[in-house]
C-alpha cells in the first residue's frame, strides 16, 4: 500500500475513520467498484485520455451526486479527478478494500482444490 494508489486510498480510509463513516465509505466504495466493473463505458471514459480533467470531474461528480453518495465519496472522486487520477479508480478501491481487510482483522485464504476458492476470514489477538 506504498504506491500513489495506497496513498489515495490510505488518505480516503483516515477521512472515513476521522469522521466515523468508514461502513458508509465503505460500502460506497464496493458499490462504485461494482458500477464501474460492470460498465465498459465508464470504463473507457476514465482511461480515455483525450477527456479533460474537468470534463470528467464533472460527469463523476453529477453521477455520484445523483446516486447521493456520501460528501466524502464524492469529494474523493473530486480530487481524484483534478489530479488526473480517475483511471486509477480501481486500484484505488482496491487498496482502501485490503485497508478495509487489515482494519475489519481479515485474513486472506486461499483454498486450492479442482476449483479456486477465496475467503477472507476475521481473526482476533
Known sequence: ????????????????????????VESEAIKVKSFILKNHDIQHFLKNPTVGRDAKKEVVVSM???QKYSDIVVNFFKALADNGRLNDSLK????????????????HVQIVSNQVTHLYLKYKM
Open 92 to 107: 484505488v478501491i482496491n487498496s482502501f478494500e485490503q485497508l478495509m481487510r487489515d482494519y475489519n482483522a481479515e485474513v
Open 64 to 66: 455520484l451526486t445523483k
Open 1 to 24: 500500500l506504498y504506491s500513489l494508489q495506497g496513498r489515495y486510498a490510505t488518505a480516503l480510509f483516515t477521512v472515513a475513520a476521522k469522521t466515523k463513516k468508514i461502513k458508509e
